[in-house]
């Protein structure tokens, strides 16, 4: 963060691959857009879980990142 | 005829109804004659002109006998025809639901009756509210009032005509993705978008369920105020804030997304408003926000599994009555996942809290309202000035998504014209419960500007 000015503003980092899909109005094609839309979320939201060994070890949600093990049972 | 509501604020409109100087049944026949010379727009499914004519008559009656019910007394406003009102069918924008009569009216249309608001007529609206067109297959193909070629946006549409083209002074709209602030950005007026579950939704019909709002379109922001604190309820009085004193105000500018994949006079506008602001006291911050790549896809999961769940049967026992473009989405909306739909809801609480951090360090946030102005009708991608092109629906929701998912407060106000003519949007986003620093930003740049006066 910084006070800026507009030439801060100007930088860029291109355009998300999202916005550049156009809305096939055929059932299908807007079943595989929404399909795709849907995993690239959820690649991202998988990037939460930490794992090792086939088990979670952390969870992280908003700003708080759990260790899994607290919520096991002994 | 004089052009009253093109002329006045609703507070001017009120004093001038109080000083004898023309009478509620004046404005009232402004407003329908006004909807009758716009008919070819498509803005309106029902006009009420028997019953608003009778209406401003009693309601002048009233008013001359001392029974002062508020600054809306008498004043004629559109109501979104999703939005139940038992003065006339309420169709949702569906032919399913043609001559549909309630039983009760919304509260927000309740609230403003009470006023003595004059509701003349229900506005068009993208079928069941799912969709940024207003291309309404059973109830007409709405035209943005600047070029009527073009789409006026939606799902609010009908709204943003009849408020561009001063048919009224006020419409209802309902915002779940963006459907207030699109239109009005569109359509050259003023919007907004209140925060998430402070204005009830009882008697509007589901898009999404876990994001939809009810709103104000208006053609200046002091209008917006006003009839925002009939709809929560403040029927006679309210303190109206102050516009706001730039000095100092910390303005929050997102990086490297506030101004990238844009028409070229769209970021224009947008940096032309941002030097008004900071020339004027305001002080630009550029920061990050974790999640906002995703925020889009995040809501287009939401804003497609809820309303497939809310037309579930309804779609399987009427999928003929439906348009082809509404009915795609919803079958769209089966083809999705509980877990990719958790994911998205979780995502959503995430996003939330980067938003209350980020509003620990700046007042407000702007963003242009959309990347573009209004698409020809029937276009489903826009050219962007790099050369490439953005499609229409997820497009759009670039920005209005920011909000909309987070469930934070976000004004549209008019910031300048394209080479075309057609108007461009800004969009404050305000923190949680703070449409009053939204209101006070939209009053200081209309001092610094005079974009929301023009007419189509």
Redesign the interface.
């Given at each position: 963060m910084g006070t800026g000015t507009i030439n801060d503003v100007r930088s860029t980092s291109g355009e998300p691959d999202h916005f550049k899909t156009p809305l096939n109005e055929d059932s299908a094609g807007v079943s595989k857009i929404w399909k795709d839309k849907a995993e690239e979320l959820s690649d991202y939201v998988s990037h939460w879980v930490s794992y090792q060994d086939g088990m979670i070890i952390s969870v992280q949600d908003g700003f708080n990142e759990t260790d899994a093990s607290s919520n096991q049972r002994s | 005829m004089e052009n009253r509501i093109a002329s006045y604020t609703i507070a001017e409109l009120a004093v001038g109804l109080r000083h004898d100087q023309f009478k509620i049944t004046d404005l009232v026949e402004e407003s329908l004659q006004s909807i009758e010379r716009g008919n070819d727009l498509h803005a309106f499914i029902s006009i009420f002109s028997k019953e608003s004519r009778q209406a401003a008559k009693a309601q002048q009656s009233l008013l001359g006998n001392g029974y002062d019910l508020g600054p809306l007394q008498g004043i004629p406003i559109a109501v979104k025809d999703n939005i139940d009102d038992t003065q006339g069918a309420t169709t949702y924008g569906s032919s399913i639901f043609g001559g549909h009569q309630v039983s009760q009216d919304a509260l927000v249309v309740n609230r403003l009756k009470a006023a003595g608001a004059i509701i003349v007529g229900k506005t068009n609206l993208h079928e069941f509210a799912w969709g940024g067109t207003t291309s309404n297959p059973h109830y007409g193909v709405a035209k943005n009032p600047w070029d009527e070629s073009r789409i006026p946006a939606g799902s609010s549409g009908g709204s943003g005509i009849a408020v561009a083209k001063r048919m009224v002074c006020a419409a209802l709209g309902t915002d779940t993705g963006g459907s207030i602030r699109l239109p009005a950005a569109m359509d050259g007026v003023c919007g907004i978008r209140p925060t998430l579950g402070d204005l009830s939704i009882d008697g509007i019909f589901p898009v999404a369920w876990t994001m939809d709002t009810v709103g104000p379109l208006c053609s200046n922001a002091e209008d917006v105020e006003m009839l925002l604190a009939v709809m929560k309820g403040k029927l006679h009085s309210f303190t109206p804030v102050r516009p706001s004193n730039l000095t100092g105000l910390r303005i929050g500018?997102i990086?490297?997304?506030?101004?990238?994949?844009l028409q070229a006079a769209v970021r224009t506008a947008f940096?032309d408003a941002?030097?008004l602001l900071?020339k004027h006291g305001a002080?630009?911050?550029?920061?990050?926000l974790p999640?906002v790549?995703?925020v889009?896809?995040?809501q287009?999961?939401v804003d497609?599994v809820e309303p497939s769940a809310a037309h579930y049967q309804l779609m399987r026992d009427h999928a003929d009555d439906y348009g082809?473009?509404v009915?795609?989405?919803l079958?769209?909306?089966c083809?999705?996942?509980g877990?990719?739909y958790v994911?998205?809801q979780?995502?959503r609480?995430?996003f939330r809290?980067e938003m209350e951090?980020l509003f620990r360090?700046v007042d407000v946030v702007l963003t242009p309202t959309l990347?573009f102005t209004a698409p020809h009708i029937g276009a489903?991608?826009v050219p962007?000035s790099?050369g490439?092109?953005?499609?229409?629906?997820?497009?759009n929701m670039?920005y209005t998504a920011i909000p909309s998912m987070s469930g934070v407060p976000a004004m549209s106000i008019p910031i300048g014209f394209d080479q075309d003519g057609l108007p461009i949007g800004m969009q404050v986003i305000a923190p949680a419960h703070r449409e009053d620093t939204a209101l006070g930003l939209a009053k200081r740049y209309q001092q610094l500007s005079e974009f929301h006066k023009r007419l189509p």
């Open positions: - | 500018i990086k490297d997304y506030a101004i990238t994949g940096e941002l030097a900071q002080e630009l911050v550029v920061l990050p999640g790549e995703e889009v896809n995040a287009l999961v497609a082809a473009d009915l795609s989405r079958r769209a909306g083809d999705l996942t877990v990719e994911q998205a979780r995502f609480l995430r809290q951090q360090q990347p489903t991608s962007i790099d490439s092109t953005v499609s229409t629906l997820s497009g670039k």
